[in-house]
């Protein structure tokens, strides 16, 4: 059974696709991007723009009963992958060891510097 998880604190995207799902004890976070309620790019700089990206991924974690601590699994695109390091301390400011597994590549992303999805498990009886 799959349950969408709907939050007006994060970016809500402008495509069809749910802003989260949860399925099997996980909640599977759509590729998010550093993006304010009204869907307007925040930052210039791929620290802004990942700080602001892993912020709209936190609050839809947080909305599905989840949290950062709960990430198993990271998916990361970058526009540039010369902003490879930067944006490695930004990501160590957020996650701690041991890390989630995480896939990390170059990509064209609609204007932005970075897109991010997780997979999070979540708490017993809350999928």
């Given at each position: 059974m799959r349950?969408?998880?709907?939050?007006d604190t994060a970016s809500k995207g402008d495509g069809p696709y749910?802003?989260?799902i949860i399925s099997r004890g996980h909640v599977h976070v759509?590729?998010?991007g550093p993006l304010d309620l009204e869907g307007r790019i925040i930052g210039?700089?791929?620290e802004e723009q990942a700080e602001?990206?892993?912020d709209n991924v936190r609050l839809?974690?947080?909305a599905a009963g989840s949290s950062l601590d709960d990430v198993v699994k990271v998916n990361v695109i970058l526009s540039d992958m010369a902003d490879f390091e930067r944006f490695n301390a930004v990501y160590r400011s957020v996650f701690s060891a041991?890390?989630?597994a995480r896939t990390c590549f170059g990509g064209q992303i609609d204007g932005i510097l970075v897109e991010i999805d997780v997979v999070a498990e979540?708490?017993?009886g809350k999928g």
């Open positions: 349950k969408p998880v709907v939050t749910s802003q989260a759509s590729g998010q210039v700089s791929i602001k990206t892993l839809i974690l947080e041991p890390y989630p979540l708490a017993e």
